[in-house]
């Protein structure tokens, strides 16, 4: 019995305007051909517009990535070349570099004892 008193008391409480819950559920029903398809336009323009939105933020952030990748290209290169001018002055000269797992640091030779 409380479920139906539940059910009794949501169906038939006041609504803002003091009309009951069940005459403003029929009414959406009743109301619902009519008002849907004069809805439409006002639906459709809105998802037109989230369709311009969202193709202007993916060109933004395909600019914004094409500049990103452009700077970290350039911060690479400016780094290799400070790398290069680095060895030149350590070594005298900038060796070649034919092996990827050779270090920075100078060989140390075995030298002759005096």
């Known amino acids: 019995m ?3 008193e539940t059910v009794g008391e ?14 403003v559920g029929v009414a959406a029903v009743v109301a619902a051909p009519v008002v849907v398809p004069a809805l439409r336009p006002v639906t459709k ?3 037109k517009g989230g369709m311009i939105a969202a193709d202007r933020t993916k060109a933004t952030l395909g600019a ?6 452009v ?3 350039e911060a690479g290169e400016r780094w290799g070349d400070l790398i ?3 060895r030149a002055e350590v070594y005298g000269a900038a060796p070649a570099v ?3 797992a050779q270090t920075l640091a100078p ?7 005096t």
């Not at 409480?13 to 069940?22: D, L, R």
């Not at 914004?64 to 990748?69: D, H, I, L, N």
């Not at 060989?107 to 004892?113: G, I, L, Q, S």
């Open 2 to 4: 409380a479920l139906l």
């Open 10 to 23: 949501v169906l038939f409480e006041k609504t803002i305007f003091g009309i009951p819950n069940i005459v």
């Open 84 to 86: 290069a001018e680095a």
């Open 45 to 47: 323009a809105i998802v």
């Open 71 to 73: 700077a970290f290209s």
């Open 98 to 100: 034919t092996n990827p």
């Open 107 to 113: 060989e140390v030779t075995d030298a002759p004892a």
């Open 64 to 69: 914004v990535a094409e500049r990103t990748k």
